[in-house]
């Protein structure tokens, strides 16, 4: 008798060939395209933390966007626990306390006229989880501080946001997106802000959060470093189209796209650091160019302007996908892509 196979776990939220363009207006009035996201495709399971890396202008920020409902999609879909989800429906309402979004700058996404109770207690109120009398809700926005480390709370929870340092402000920022009780974590550079001796600190803050509440994130960031640190799998981004997928050591490690080698060899070798003979930590970079237009990208593999290892079909056609045993996964034409 033959062994069935256990059922694949639906994601928890997941990009199905989505598309984004943006109409812009151009030099004498001419209404141009930005092709800002092509064809991408994402899955996120429960209690994964995804990180998605690329250089900035990539559409890293416009994809989380979508995934958040403030755009909807030129094509494709947005899906939570496979139903299928779109702005301004009445099921975005329901969306919107599962999927929370964490921004880059902490200081723009508060309220900066309110204190901290009040930018806490708007979020319980609005998604049907305050409770009913003062005393009660303050107790909520107390335990949500402690939950984000902010101790002891009573310091914090009648401070304004200018009185609190960035790492402070941008755990109130969590606390209020834990309010909601959401499932998924939208975290669109959400440490590049913050003085270097602090982020490790609200790494682990964020991999607690997905230990002990099975939260989903999307890590978004152009640091390799801290994706390694925290991700569970990596996916790359490269002007707009998403190019490599895989387990985090296996990506570092084993690279199967030419783009994801220039990131990585970008990226400051510490031995290099730590010893000045050896040379530069950037030595091994070669000539990186630059990104293309989102208003004219070139045809085929957008990379292959910049790529090494380019050969003509990279110019004619984007490939299709190839997977590895790994768990890896890439377009690119090296790897006997058949389009």
Not at 48 to 60: C, F, H
Not at 83 to 110: C, E, W
Not at 272 to 277: H, V
């Amino acid at each position: 008798m033959t062994a069935q196979k256990a059922p694949v776990p639906v994601p928890v939220l997941e990009a199905v060939g989505v598309t984004r363009h943006f109409d812009v207006s151009g030099t004498l009035g001419r209404t141009q395209v930005v092709r800002a996201v092509e064809n991408a495709n994402l899955t996120l399971h429960r209690g994964e933390i995804v990180a998605l890396v690329g250089e900035s202008g990539s559409g890293k920020t416009t994809l989380a966007r979508l995934l958040a409902l403030f755009h909807p999609v030129t094509d494709g879909e947005i899906r939570l626990e496979g139903n299928v989800v779109r702005p301004r429906t009445k099921a975005a309402r329901a969306y919107h306390s599962s999927v929370q979004m964490i921004f880059q700058d902490p200081f723009g996404s508060l309220n900066s006229m309110r204190r901290v109770r009040h930018n806490i207690e708007r979020a319980l109120k609005l998604h049907g989880h305050a409770a009913t009398s003062k005393a009660e809700r303050r107790q909520q926005v107390l335990q949500l501080l402690e939950k984000v480390n902010l101790t002891p709370a009573e310091h914090f929870i009648d401070k304004l946001p200018h009185e609190l340092s960035g790492g402070q402000r941008q755990r109130v920022v969590i606390a209020r997106a834990l309010a909601v009780r959401p499932s998924v974590l939208l975290g669109d550079e959400p440490i590049s802000m913050l003085d270097v001796s602090i982020r490790l600190d609200m790494l682990n803050l964020l991999a607690r959060l997905r230990d002990e509440d099975g939260l989903s994130l999307l890590y978004i960031t152009h640091d390799i470093a801290s994706a390694r640190y925290l991700a569970d799998r990596v996916c790359v981004m490269y002007a707009g189209q998403l190019v490599e997928s895989g387990p985090t050591e296996e990506v570092i490690q084993h690279p199967k796209h030419p783009y994801t080698r220039l990131l990585l060899e970008s990226s400051p070798d510490p031995e290099r650091l730590m010893n000045p003979e050896l040379g530069s930590a950037f030595d091994r970079t070669a000539s990186p160019g630059e990104p293309p237009s989102l208003v004219n990208p070139p045809p085929g593999c957008r990379f292959h302007p910049r790529c090494p290892s380019a050969r003509d079909e990279c110019r004619q056609a984007f490939p299709g996908r190839t997977e590895f045993p790994s768990g890896q996964w890439t377009h690119c034409w090296l790897h006997g892509s058949e389009g």
